[in-house]
Nanobody
Framework: QVQLVESGGGSVQAGGSLRLSCAAT?????MAWFRQAPGKEREGVAG????????YYSDSVKGRFTISRDSAENTLYLQMNRLKPEDTAMYYC????????????????WGQGTQVTVSS
């Protein structure tokens, strides 16, 4: 059984930065970050393979967010720079056996979420 615990959310002004962390227990082949704003569907943000470390991003965050993984600590990170008000959402860490797509159905395990609020 995989357990995921996110941390690092908070409130920041537009243009600022935040770093999210996700501590995982158990083996996770593929990990990703998703977000969900009130009244909107859950949206994939970034994903990473456990082996080669290949990464993939949604167009909305490409060039501003960076996903990384510390295999020794079994921790996933999301460095978020140049934040915009539209990045405001609950951010979720996810893990599963399928890599390469940012679709919620591809991920089996989910954290409880951490709130990110960006003010203009």
């Amino acid at each position: 059984q995989v357990q995921l615990v996110e941390s690092g959310g908070g409130s920041v002004q537009a243009g600022g930065s935040l770093r999210l962390s996700c501590a995982a227990t158990g083996y996770t082949r593929c990990m990703a970050w998703f977000r969900q704003a009130p009244g909107k569907e859950r949206e994939g943000v970034a994903g990473i393979y456990s082996g080669a470390g290949s990464t993939y991003y949604s167009d909305s965050v490409k060039g501003r967010f960076t996903i990384s993984r510390d295999s020794a600590e079994n921790t996933l990170y999301l460095q978020m720079n140049r934040l915009k008000p539209e990045d405001t959402a609950m951010y979720y860490c996810a893990a599963g056996p399928l890599c390469g797509r940012l679709l919620p159905g591809d991920y089996t395990y989910w954290g409880q979420g951490t709130q990110v609020t960006v003010s203009s």
